[in-house]
């Protein structure tokens, strides 16, 4: 259990890290894919933490989904564009490694992580963090089945 704290106090700043390289997404979605496996083998305390843990997710979801925004407009007003664009698609994959693994803290983490979402509902948050809370709830009832 102690590798719990240890292993959170590593990942969920490199979750948080504001990074808009290749590079950076990289290191995002492996650091998730981490998370993922640390609260399912740390279960029995990850109760503990699942506010700290969706917090940190929602957080990464919003600046993902603000470089969304600002790539796609960088995108609209450039003469050329460019149909590869690798950076916009690491960006929408590190967003939906995120929503997954916000709906597996949602199963595995319980009230806290619920509050969070709570939270965000009930608050001024944008719609578009509003829409992600309930992405995260219908694929955590869709894990529960």
């Known amino acids: 259990m102690e590798l719990g704290r240890a292993g959170l106090a590593v990942l969920l700043p490199l979750i948080r890290w504001d990074s808009n390289t290749l590079w950076g997404r990289k290191v995002q979605v492996a650091s998730m ?3 993922l496996s640390l609260m399912m083998g740390a279960y029995p ?3 503990r933490h699942g506010g700290k843990i969706m917090s940190e997710l929602f957080s990464c979801v919003g600046r993902l989904q603000r470089d969304v925004a600002i790539q796609n407009e960088v995108q ?3 003469l050329h564009h460019d149909e590869n ?3 916009l698609a690491a ?3 590190t967003m939906v490694v995120a929503l997954h693994v916000a709906s597996a803290a949602l199963v595995l983490c319980g ?4 509050d969070v979402l709570i ?3 009930t608050g001024s948050y944008n719609k578009s963090l509003v829409d992600a809370c309930s992405v995260v709830r219908s694929s955590a009832a869709a894990m529960k089945k």
């Open 119 to 121: 939270k965000i509902e």
């Open 85 to 87: 664009d690798e950076p």
């Open 91 to 93: 960006t929408k994959m």
């Open 76 to 78: 609209n007003r450039s």
């Open 33 to 35: 894919e981490c998370l």
């Open 45 to 47: 305390i990850m109760g």
């Open 111 to 114: 009230q806290r992580a619920e």
